[in-house]
């Protein structure tokens, strides 16, 4: 599993800014589907 790979892979900081990321792209494109079905 990719996400495996990167627990084991990456740095504890790049772990945090992958799911920082993770959750920003996940909060967008909520929020767009919301406003867009509305």
């Known amino acids: 599993m990719r996400f495996l790979y990167y ?3 990456c740095d504890p900081i790049e772990i945090g800014y992958f799911f920082s990321l993770f959750k920003w792209l996940f909060l ?10 509305n």
């Open 7 to 9: 627990l084991c892979g």
């Open 28 to 37: 967008t494109s909520q929020s767009y589907s919301v406003r867009h079905n």
